[in-house]
């Protein structure tokens, strides 16, 4: 929503919004809710879109019919080529990675969980395939070791808006045909097999590997929290498994003498061995249970050297 903000208040012509259907809410999902983009437009005096799908005829003849000479596209679904080849500029993508590299669903996640030290904004014209159009700019962002997804998702949607606005700049500019850039090509060239995907997550995907180094679990956690959370499940004899959500921790030189996925804990403090050093847990979730940090978590356990994780 920050990028159409920047567009109102910088007094172009948004002729027409397109968002996501309102969502059912509630209990027994009774309640439409719309999103955050769509109460805003409406607030503007915006029209607004809400295709059930994008080939819908009603909806591309709708689309058509404001007569868009360029179209932006920020997080939201793959479009057919009916509608973003309808402009006479064009359609153009806000996407949250340094192209080639995290094309996908997730490229915040993915950045942070693979340690990267910085990301960045580009935008490029979309074509048939899913992030491989023509880049139009960049812009970097540097991501501190202890960010999380919501620190740079925060920044990225602000650098997301200057992009937007600088973007269009430059094609009104060239009079709609800027000069663009082929990805993979020249400074954007990326040797055989080492491209980074930024793959749609699932439940699965957030489970913690204890067999891997303290850092890395270090970054696997920050790069999924706070939502969807990366998750273990702590495991005791005799006891039913419980799933733990862990959001926040630090990195220690501590060697990790036991096996990985161990509990040890002081009054304090709680770690978890990794592959090589012990890591500590700051701030987590027991299933059923409220987000605490980690003495709320300890005074309320006992014996957690009989507890692993896996």
Same mark, same amino acid.
């Given at each position: 929503?920050?990028?159409? +903000?920047?567009?109102?208040? *910088? ?12 969502? /059912? ?12 983009? +769509? ?23 709708? !689309? ?9 596209? %920020? ?8 509608? =973003?080849?309808? /402009?006479?500029?064009?359609?153009? *993508?806000? #996407?949250?990675? !340094?192209?080639? #590299?995290?094309?996908?669903?997730? /490229?915040? *996640?993915?950045?942070?969980? *693979? ?8 935008? &490029? ?11 139009? @700019?960049?812009?970097? &962002? ?9 620190? %740079?998702?925060?920044?990225? @949607? #602000? ?6 606005? !600088? ?13 663009? =850039? ?5 400074? =954007? ?6 491209? $980074?995907?930024?793959? +749609? ?8 590997? =204890?067999? $891997? ?12 929290? /706070? ?20 959001? +926040?921790?630090? $990195? ?39 987000? @605490? ?8 356990? $006992? ?8």
């Amino acid at each position: 929503m920050e990028t159409l +903000k920047a567009l109102v208040d *910088n007094q172009f012509n948004v002729v027409a919004v397109v968002t996501q259907p309102d969502k /059912p809410v509630g209990r027994h999902g009774s309640v439409l809710q719309p999103s955050a983009v +769509k109460q805003y437009a409406l607030e503007k005096g915006l029209p607004v879109l809400q295709p059930e799908k994008m080939k819908d005829p009603a909806f591309v003849e709708a !689309l058509r019919s404001y007569r868009a000479n360029l179209q932006v596209v %920020v997080a939201f679904r793959m479009l057919p080529e009916v509608v =973003w080849a309808m /402009p006479e500029y064009g359609t153009f *993508n806000v #996407h949250a990675a !340094l192209l080639p #590299h995290y094309r996908g669903a997730a /490229p915040i *996640n993915w950045a942070i969980i *693979n340690g990267e030290t910085e990301t960045g904004v580009t935008t &490029f014209f979309l074509d048939h395939d899913i992030d491989t159009g023509r880049i139009i @700019m960049q812009l970097p &962002f540097a991501i501190p070791d202890e960010a999380d997804v919501e620190f %740079v998702y925060d920044g990225l @949607m #602000h650098l997301g808006a200057s992009i937007c606005l !600088l973007t269009i700049d430059r094609i009104i500019a060239a009079g709609g045909h800027p000069e663009t =850039w082929e990805q993979e090509s020249g400074e =954007w060239r990326v040797e055989s097999g080492e491209l $980074k995907a930024a793959p +749609k997550i699932f439940k699965e995907t957030c489970q913690i590997v =204890w067999s $891997k180094t303290a850092k890395q679990v270090y970054d696997f956690i920050r790069g999924l929290s /706070p939502v969807p959370g990366a998750w273990t499940t702590l495991s005791r004899s005799g006891v039913k498994d419980t799933v733990l959500k862990i959001f +926040k921790t630090t $990195k220690t030189t501590l060697p990790a003498t036991v096996q990985p996925g161990q509990l040890v804990a002081d009054r304090k403090h709680l770690f978890i061995a990794c592959a090589d050093y012990l890591l500590q847990i700051d701030e987590l979730q027991l299933a059923g249970k409220k987000r @605490m940090d980690a003495p709320s978590f300890l005074n309320g356990m $006992k014996d957690l050297g009989d507890y692993s994780a896996k």
